[in-house]
């Protein structure tokens, strides 16, 4: 299995420009997570689907941030608007069903800066 | 308080040492318990489970106190490559999505 696959890795975009991240499961795996990290705040859960549903995304940090999953195996991660404060590292992880006690497979990231 | 918290470091350790981090939660209600490896710039990496009775995986041995909400990692004869940031990482939720403590940065020096 080739595992999580990210694109793009990197993405540098102007301030206002629309930024879509994509991720691609590992093939059965039934739950994706989108986190985001930096050094100030670490890892922090931005949402994440069981089954291609939307189970929690209290972690997304407002309406210029949006997530699909419109089949098991992808997921989208946009902001529209992008402000530079959006910069970070965002990754995206899967896993056998949530509340198991089996840990996420990470994918590589998206290093994102918005100049 | 936060969910997960952990001592940021770094722990700078010689080659062979051993060298122990430690982790507590707030959920009493939380359920599964890990260690995650972060290299510079890359990914996660689960690194092992934590049980309750605690468990080993050669050089690394990982314990969980449920009474006090306590996990620690105790790495033996460690090695230039264990240099890498080390994630507490708990299940907090019936749902099960993980929260991640901030991690501990170890640098082994030769």
């Known amino acids: 299995d080739a595992g999580v696959i990210q694109s793009p890795r990197h993405e540098v975009t102007e301030m206002g420009q629309e930024v879509t991240l994509r991720c691609k499961p590992i093939?059965?795996?039934?739950?994706l997570f989108w986190y985001r990290q930096t050094m100030m705040r670490g890892l922090e859960l931005l949402i994440y689907?069981?089954?291609?549903?939307?189970?929690?995304d209290s972690g997304m940090p407002e309406d210029r941030f949006s997530a699909k999953m419109p089949n098991a195996s992808f997921s989208t991660l946009k902001i529209q608007p992008s402000e530079p404060r959006d910069s970070a590292v965002y990754f995206c992880a899967s896993s056998f069903p949530a509340g198991s006690n089996y840990g996420y497979t990470f994918g590589s990231g998206t290093r994102l800066t918005v100049v | 308080r936060k969910e997960v918290e952990q001592d940021p470091g770094p722990f700078n350790v010689p080659e062979g040492a051993t060298v122990a981090f430690n982790c507590t939660y707030s959920n009493s209600a939380s359920q599964s318990f890990f260690w995650y490896r972060q290299d510079c710039r890359k990914e996660p990496k689960l690194l092992m489970s934590?049980?309750?009775s605690g468990n080993e995986d050669g050089r690394f041995t990982a314990q969980l106190n449920r009474a006090s909400q306590y996990i620690s990692l105790l790495i033996r004869d460690s090695k230039l490559s264990d240099s890498a940031t080390y994630l507490c990482v708990v299940n907090t939720r019936s749902q099960g999505n993980l929260i991640f403590g901030k991690g501990t940065k170890l640098s082994v020096k030769p």
């Open positions: 689907f069981n089954n291609n549903v939307p189970i929690d």
């Open positions: 093939s059965g795996h039934n739950s």
């Open positions: 934590v049980y309750s």
